[in-house]
C-alpha cells in the first residue's frame, strides 16, 4: 500500500507540474434583464437535504435497450431546439442520492425549468430495484454507453446535456465518443478516464477483504479526510448505500466499474488520429477529492478549445452534495457559452447582469465555456490556457482552468 500510495503522489506531482496557466480575456455582454432570481444562495447546512425530493412532476419510465431495462425519471418534455439534461450516476448511488441536493437547489430549478430534464439509473440500483438473478451478466461501461441511444429516441430527444459523477461521468464520456452528435455539452464530475491496473487491482481486492461494500464504495465516494471525521454526510451515506441500494446488484456494479478499460482518449495534435471529445466540456473536482488525480489527467487528454476545468475549494468528494451553489453557478455559466440561457445574473458582482448570448444554438466550434469563482471583491480570477480575443461571443475559443 505504501508503495501504491508513493506512486500516486508522484503521478499527481508531474501532472501538476505540466499544468499551464496564463491570463484570461474578460468577455462583456450587453446588459439584459436576468434569467435567475436575486435572492442570496443559501449554502447547504442541513447534509440530510439529499435524503428529499420533490417528485410530484417526475414522470417513471422503464426503457428497452440491447442491453436490457433501463430505469429513467423524466421532467417535462422536449422544448424546441433546445437539448434535454441527461445525468448518469456514480456507482453506489442512484440518480436520487447522488442529484437531489442538486436539482432541488433553487437557482438550478431555475436553469432545469427551461430544459426537459431526464435522470438515468444504471440497470438494477433504483430504489426498490429486484435483484438480478443468479449468473446475470451486468452490462459493461461502454455497453451503458450504448444503452442511451434508446433513451434518446425513446423520448425525442435531439441532442442532450449530459451531467455525469464518478462511473456515470465515464459512461457518458464513453457515449460521447461512440455518438458525438448526440452529444451537445457534458459536464464530468470526478471523472477518471483510466482503467485499473494490477497494483490498483490488487488495492481493490484487498479493499473487498476488508471491509464491507459499503464502505469500500464509501473510500471511492469521499475523501480520506471526510472518512477519518465520519461526517454526517458519510453517515447518511453510508446508511442510505446500505438500505436503499439492492447490495447484489451494487457488487455487479462496482466489479464492473473496478473493470473498465482506459477511456481512450488524447489531446488532438499530440498522437496521430487522436480520439477526444468533440463537444465542449467542464470537468469538476473538488480540491479534497480522491478523484482529483483523474480529473487533472482527464484535462490533459481533451481539447484546450472547449473544456473548462473546474477545481472547487473546500470541496470533498460530492461537490455537486456539498457545493450545490458553485456548481450552479458553474453550471448556468457553461449552458451561458453555449448559447442556451437567456439572461444571467451574478449576484457577486455588484447585483449587475451578466446576459450571455441569445437561446439560439452556437455552433459547437465557436463556443466558450465560462464558469464562476469569484474573489472577495467580485472579479472572478480565471485563468486559460488558450485565449483569443474578439469583439463578438461567437469568435471566442478558450479553455480555463478555475479554482473558486
Known amino acids: 500500500m505504501k508503495v501504491l500510495g508513493h506512486r500516486l503522489e508522484l503521478l499527481t506531482g508531474l501532472l501538476l507540474h505540466d499544468m499551464t496557466m496564463a491570463g484570461l480575456q474578460e468577455l462583456r455582454f450587453p446588459e439584459e434583464k436576468p434569467l435567475l432570481r436575486s435572492q442570496d444562495v443559501t449554502e447547504l447546512e442541513n447534509s440530510d437535504t439529499f435524503l428529499s425530493a420533490v417528485d410530484t412532476d417526475w414522470k417513471e419510465h422503464d426503457i428497452e435497450t440491447p442491453y436490457g431495462l433501463l430505469h429513467v425519471v423524466i421532467r417535462g418534455s422536449p422544448k424546441g431546439n433546445r437539448p434535454a439534461i441527461l445525468t448518469y450516476h456514480d456507482v453506489g448511488l442512484n440518480h436520487k442520492l447522488c442529484f437531489n441536493t442538486f436539482f432541488n437547489f433553487e437557482d438550478m430549478q431555475e436553469i432545469t425549468k427551461h430544459f426537459v430534464v431526464c435522470h438515468v439509473d444504471a440497470p438494477g440500483q433504483q430504489v426498490g430495484a429486484s435483484q438480478f438473478p443468479q449468473g446475470y451478466q451486468f452490462p459493461s461501461l461502454e455497453q451503458l454507453a450504448a444503452m442511451l441511444p434508446s433513451v434518446v429516441q425513446h423520448f425525442g430527444f435531439k441532442y442532450v446535456i449530459g451531467i455525469g459523477v464518478g462511473a456515470g461521468a465515464y459512461v457518458l464520456a464513453k457515449f460521447a465518443l461512440i455518438f458525438p452528435d448526440l452529444v451537445e455539452g457534458l459536464v464530468l464530475v ?215
Open 190 to 404: 470526478n471523472i477518471d478516464p483510466n482503467g485499473k491496473g494490477w497494483i490498483d487491482w490488487a488495492a481493490t481486492k484487498l479493499s473487498g477483504l476488508t471491509s464491507t461494500l459499503p464502505d469500500t464504495v464509501l473510500s471511492h465516494l469521499f475523501s480520506q479526510e471526510e472518512l477519518v471525521n465520519n461526517t454526517e454526510l458519510v453517515q447518511s451515506y453510508r446508511q442510505q448505500i446500505s438500505n436503499v441500494v439492492n447490495q447484489a446488484n451494487l457488487q455487479l456494479f462496482w466489479n464492473m466499474y473496478n473493470s473498465r478499460r482506459d477511456l481512450d482518449i488524447n489531446r488532438p495534435g499530440t498522437v496521430p488520429n487522436a480520439k477526444t471529445l468533440r463537444c465542449p466540456v467542464m470537468l469538476v473536482v473538488g480540491d479534497n477529492a480522491p478523484a482529483e488525480e483523474g480529473v487533472v489527467e482527464c484535462n490533459s487528454k481533451l481539447d484546450p478549445t472547449s473544456t473548462t476545468f473546474l477545481k472547487m475549494a473546500d470541496s470533498g468528494g460530492l461537490p455537486q452534495v456539498t457545493q450545490p451553489g458553485k456548481l450552479t453557478e458553474a453550471f448556468k455559466y457553461f449552458l451561458q457559452g453555449m448559447g442556451y440561457i437567456a439572461y444571467l445574473k451574478d449576484r457577486r458582482l455588484s447585483g449587475g447582469a451578466v446576459p450571455s448570448a441569445s437561446m439560439t444554438r452556437l455552433a459547437r466550434s465557436r463556443t466558450a465555456s465560462l464558469t464562476s469563482a469569484s474573489s472577495v471583491d467580485g472579479s472572478r480570477p480565471q485563468a486559460c490556457t488558450h485565449s483569443e480575443s474578439s469583439e463578438g461571443l461567437g469568435q471566442v475559443n478558450h479553455t480555463m482552468e478555475v479554482s473558486c
